[in-house]
């Protein structure tokens, strides 16, 4: 209900007990503390804050909800991991759909009760994880939504995934994604192209994992920002996932290209970088990055 301050600094919040009335799962009214309908839920003054979106995730496949099981062994880069997971996938599709459920669980145990999931679209799993996890959204939808991203985990044209790319674009996803352009599909214009064109045809959002940090990074996003304002339907519907090289950039260039994000309408999808990276967070902001 306030603030209590010091020598004004703020060093308590006050709080009261309200009666909060929620129609439709929106909050119609907050009155004082003086519930009359018999059907009242009694919250026992616990702190009631907004829910959390947890919007980069994986709920496709998971070990959670299983036995443990030990890391597996990094060998070979990124192609390295998509030969060892190409060999994971057939038995983890057979328990997936109770794995993301739990995983859901999970979120929501903690205050999360929406999520932007990316789902493995590639010549392994085919749609088979996609089908998986909407199924599994299903069962949960009360009380947990999500958008999904058709993700080629293994490439575009590493691996053949284009097709599977192209039918899961019509089924109901939200994002057209990608991973690493250069160093998983060896070129950055063929990749984005057919991803900015698949997500054309079909109304569609883009939201690309980027890890790399160096020049072929930066060059990803520049030549994305390029095909956004070629094609403004997509501003305010384009996301880089991690996007690590920003970390990499003088403090001149991370301003400018924030400020072209800015006014290509794309977001970044921000995570916790790898070593001793830093995000320029402070510099998206001050451009109104999203």
Same mark, same amino acid.
């Given at each position: 209900?306030?603030?209590?301050?010091?020598?004004?600094?703020?060093?308590?919040?006050?709080?009261?007990?309200?009666?909060? /009335? &929620?129609?439709?799962?929106?909050?119609?009214?907050? /009155?004082?503390?003086?519930?009359?309908?018999?059907? #009242? &839920?009694?919250?026992?003054?616990?702190?009631?804050?907004?829910?959390?979106?947890?919007?980069?995730?994986?709920?496709?496949?998971?070990?959670?909800?299983?036995?443990?099981?030990?890391?597996?062994?990094? /060998?070979?880069?990124?192609?390295?991991?998509? $030969?060892?997971?190409?060999?994971?996938?057939? $038995?983890?599709? !057979?328990?997936?759909?109770?794995?993301? *459920?739990?995983?859901? $669980?999970?979120?929501?145990?903690?205050?999360?009760?929406?999520?932007?999931?990316?789902?493995?679209? *590639?010549?392994?799993?085919?749609?088979?994880?996609?089908?998986?996890?909407?199924? #599994?959204?299903?069962?949960?939808?009360?009380?947990?939504?999500? %958008?999904? =991203?058709?993700?080629?985990?293994?490439?575009?044209?590493?691996?053949?995934?284009?097709?599977?790319?192209?039918?899961?674009?019509?089924?109901?996803?939200?994002?057209?994604?990608? @991973?690493?352009?250069?160093? @998983?599909?060896?070129?950055?214009?063929?990749?984005?192209?057919?991803?900015?064109?698949?997500?054309?045809?079909?109304?569609?959002?883009?939201?690309?994992?980027?890890? %790399? /940090?160096? *020049?072929?990074?930066? !060059?990803?996003? $520049?030549?994305?920002?390029?095909? =956004?304002?070629?094609?403004?339907?997509?501003?305010?519907?384009?996301?880089?996932?991690?996007?690590?090289?920003?970390?990499?950039?003088?403090?001149? !260039?991370?301003?400018?290209?924030?400020?072209?994000?800015?006014?290509?309408?794309?977001?970044?999808?921000?995570?916790?970088?790898?070593?001793?990276? &830093?995000?320029?967070?402070?510099?998206?902001?001050?451009?109104? @990055?999203?």
């Amino acid at each position: 209900t306030g603030f209590e301050y010091d020598d004004n600094e703020i060093i308590h919040t006050r709080t009261g007990l309200f009666c909060v /009335t &929620i129609n439709d799962g929106k909050i119609k009214d907050v /009155t004082i503390n003086n519930p009359t309908d018999p059907k #009242a &839920i009694d919250a026992k003054g616990l702190l009631m804050l907004p829910a959390f979106r947890d919007m980069h995730i994986h709920l496709d496949k998971t070990f959670y909800g299983g036995d443990w099981q030990a890391i597996r062994n990094r /060998t070979g880069g990124v192609k390295g991991m998509i $030969e060892l997971e190409q060999q994971l996938l057939p $038995e983890m599709l !057979k328990t997936s759909t109770n794995r993301a *459920e739990k995983l859901i $669980e999970l979120l929501q145990s903690k205050g999360t009760s929406y999520a932007r999931s990316h789902v493995n679209i *590639e010549p392994t799993s085919k749609l088979q994880s996609l089908k998986n996890l909407q199924t #599994a959204l299903e069962n949960k939808r009360n009380g947990f939504e999500a %958008e999904l =991203v058709a993700f080629p985990q293994h490439g575009i044209f590493y691996t053949d995934s284009a097709p599977y790319l192209k039918e899961a674009a019509t089924m109901d996803i939200d994002f057209i994604g990608g @991973v690493d352009p250069y160093s @998983v599909d060896g070129t950055i214009e063929k990749t984005i192209d057919f991803i900015v064109q698949l997500a054309l045809d079909n109304n569609k959002g883009i939201d690309i994992h980027l890890h %790399e /940090t160096g *020049e072929s990074g930066l !060059k990803t996003v $520049e030549y994305l920002i390029k095909r =956004v304002n070629e094609n403004p339907v997509l501003k305010n519907k384009t996301y880089l996932s991690h996007c690590f090289v920003l970390g990499k950039l003088a403090p001149s !260039k991370q301003e400018a290209i924030a400020e072209q994000l800015n006014s290509a309408g794309i977001g970044i999808v921000s995570t916790v970088p790898f070593g001793r990276l &830093i995000m320029p967070i402070p510099a998206l902001y001050k451009h109104n @990055v999203t």
